[in-house]
Each structure stands twice: as structure tokens, then as C-alpha cells.
């Protein structure tokens, strides 16, 4: 997979800001883009649309799984994590709203790509989402008609009670937004011209 530029690895995520995650991509030209709510709807098969949310997704997820982080980092006020969340819970609602549409736009690159290569991501995606369905669900987050959902009074009521709970979502080995940002790099092995139709899925690489 020539085609694929690595970008900075990220290890520090309780003490790296999101100023701080750079891409050390070339910037490509993208010609026309729809609308994001065209482009989901009535995808261009022909456009740059996959190729945008694919690069999108990779630098915004890895921002919000470093704010995420912060609620286990050290504090410079010296804050224990439910007074992180209390103090913090509007910014976490939206970080977690964030990264639900973001996996919204994995999974619409990932039927795309299904589509046009004859690969299953799609699938792959939703049993993540349904390996980690009880974790979500205990932070208030459904997952009903392909679709996640968030109710925001339950989050909130979760995650004051035990800040512990957000846990899942980033753990570095295993934890969920690694799966998903492992799945964007897969993705992009299409997206960018380096996967092959009919190839079997390794998602141990």
C-alpha cells in the first residue's frame, strides 16, 4: 500500500492537545464535494467525496479520542475525574455527539467502498458496534437501524456518576475509536487505490 502516508504516531494523548495533532499528509486538491447530507444521501461514485470523509475522519477522531482522554490525564488543577466531568460535561456531550457522526461517516465511506469492491466493511463496522453495544448503551448511546443515537440526560447522568464508563471508548490496544480509526485506514487502502476487489479482509494489520 505505496499510495498510504503515515501520520504521526500519537502516545501521549492525556498531555497532547488537539493543536497539537497534525497530519503529516500532503494536502491533495478535492475537487467538487456535495453537501454532506447529498453526498450521504445520494453518494457521486465518481467524486472525491469518500476520499474527504475518509481524511476528515482520521484527524478529527484522533482529536476527540486525545479530549477524551483528559479525564484520566493529569489536571493542573488537580481534579479528580468526576469533578473533570462536572466541570466539563457540556464539552464531553459535544465530543460525544462528535463521534457519533463521525462513525456515521465511516460507515457511510465503508458501504461505498462495499459497493464498488465487493468488500464487507460495513459489516465489520456494525459487529464492532455490536461488541461494544452494552459499553454504549451504558453511557446512553443506542444503536438502532444502522444508526447510533445518543441521549444526552443519560450520558450525562452516566458519565457523572462513574467517569469511568468513557473508558472503552479509548483505550489505546483495544478500545473503540482505535478500532474505528484502524477500520479508516483499511478504507483508505481503496479510497487511494491500493486495495484490490475481491481480497480478503486482514484486520489484523
Not at 456535495?34 to 467524486?47: C, E, F, I, T
Not at 466493511?121 to 444503536?143: M, P, Q, R, V
Amino acid at each position: 500500500m505505496s499510495n498510504i502516508t503515515k501520520t504521526n504516531a500519537i502516545k501521549q494523548y492525556t498531555t497532547t492537545g488537539p493543536s497539537q495533532i497534525k497530519s503529516t499528509r500532503n494536502q491533495g486538491v478535492i475537487g467538487h464535494v456535495q453537501a454532506k447530507s447529498n453526498a450521504h444521501n445520494s453518494p457521486d461514485r465518481s467524486s472525491n467525496n469518500q476520499h474527504f470523509i475518509i481524511d476528515y475522519f482520521y484527524e478529527h477522531v484522533h482529536n476527540v479520542k486525545a479530549s477524551f482522554s483528559r479525564v484520566y490525564g493529569p489536571d493542573d488543577d488537580g481534579q479528580t475525574p468526576k469533578q473533570y466531568v462536572r466541570s466539563h460535561l457540556p464539552e464531553l456531550v459535544h465530543l460525544m455527539e462528535s463521534l457519533i457522526e463521525d462513525t456515521h461517516d465511516l460507515m457511510d465511506a465503508s458501504k461505498d467502498t462495499d459497493t464498488r469492491y465487493g468488500t464487507h466493511y460495513f459489516f465489520w463496522i456494525e459487529a464492532l458496534i455490536h461488541d461494544h453495544e452494552k459499553a454504549l448503551s451504558d453511557i446512553g448511546c443506542t444503536f438502532e437501524k444502522k444508526r447510533l443515537k445518543l441521549i444526552p440526560y443519560l450520558f450525562r447522568k452516566a458519565i457523572l456518576e462513574e467517569p469511568q464508563r468513557l473508558r472503552f471508548l479509548f483505550d489505546n490496544d483495544d478500545g473503540f475509536i482505535a478500532a474505528l480509526l484502524h477500520f479508516n485506514t483499511k478504507l483508505k487502502s481503496f479510497s487511494y487505490g491500493s486495495g484490490t476487489s475481491g481480497n480478503i479482509i486482514d484486520l489484523t494489520t
